[in-house]
């Protein structure tokens, strides 16, 4: 398990933190439903070539949850630019999975955030997205975080499973499923789902370009969240290279393929 040791007070949330290893800085962004834990395996691959930062998202994970809590996409890229500035920040590698993407997106395109390279892996970022499992969420939150715990944790194991292409193991459940339960966590599952909205991509996408850093992109073949051809699409629009097709490989792919993140990122930054 990672450790995230550090707490910052951003926009009136309690964001937890860490960070490991040395040399120029690389900034690991996870997504939805996840925690900084899907890195858990893949920073400390990495921090011996750079001084890894890792956080969750508001809402996720340790950071704070609460009723009524803004866990949109809408102030994820504030809270990483305001990361930026606390960590002092200028130009880091970034890699990016899921909501990580679109907040990592939204802060170049957004907030002015720029980056040495940015790596992106099964990304939320073009339109259409949000499952009909999501939409129905979005229509009945309330019904979701009312039910009996035991019913909640069958569905939330359920569901992710059908991010990883390969069964997940019981540590990985376990990990993943923790923040979720509870009369905090199930609350705070379907509060993240039910802000879920097409808007905050949909805002960003028509100024999709080359962005002034190299860009990889990488997708799991067999992702049945986004599918594949998302990936291409994107890569077409952001990056200087074509899609990185992963066999073997879901949505998840820090658990389906985490070699193929740790060999790309490398790659990517000069490192491997």
Partial sequence: MLDLPYTSIIEGNAVRWGKMG?????????????????WRRIVPLLAGHRT?????????????????????LAVQNNVLTALFKEWGLNRPDVLAHD?????ALRAYYLNGL???SLTLFDAVALAPWGSPFVQHVRQHEAAFAGMPDYMHRALLAAY?????????????????????V???GQPAFYRQIAQMDQAFTDEIQPLYTSLDCPVSVLWGAEDAWIPYAQGERLAELIAQQP?????????LMQEDR???????LLKQIGAG
Avoid at 22 to 38: D, K, M, R, Y
Avoid at 162 to 167: D, G, L, Q, R
Avoid at 243 to 251: L, S
Wanted: charged fraction near 15%; glycine fraction near 10%; charge should be negative.
């Fill in 22 to 38: 040395s040399g120029a800085p690389l900034v690991a962004i996870h997504g939805t439903p996840f925690s900084s834990q899907v």
């Fill in 52 to 72: 890894v930062y890792y956080f969750d998202l508001v809402g996720y994970g340790q950071s704070e949850m609460r009723a009524g809590q803004d866990v949109s």
């Fill in 99 to 103: 909501f990580g993407g679109a907040t």
């Fill in 114 to 116: 720029r980056y040495a």
């Fill in 160 to 180: 992710l499973q059908t991010s990883a292409a390969n069964p997940l193991s019981e540590e990985a459940l376990r990990i993943y499923s923790a923040p979720w």
């Fill in 182 to 184: 509870g009369e905090v």
């Fill in 243 to 251: 899609c990185i097709r992963v066999e073997n490989c879901g949505h």
């Fill in 258 to 264: 985490p070699e193929a993140i740790v060999a790309a």
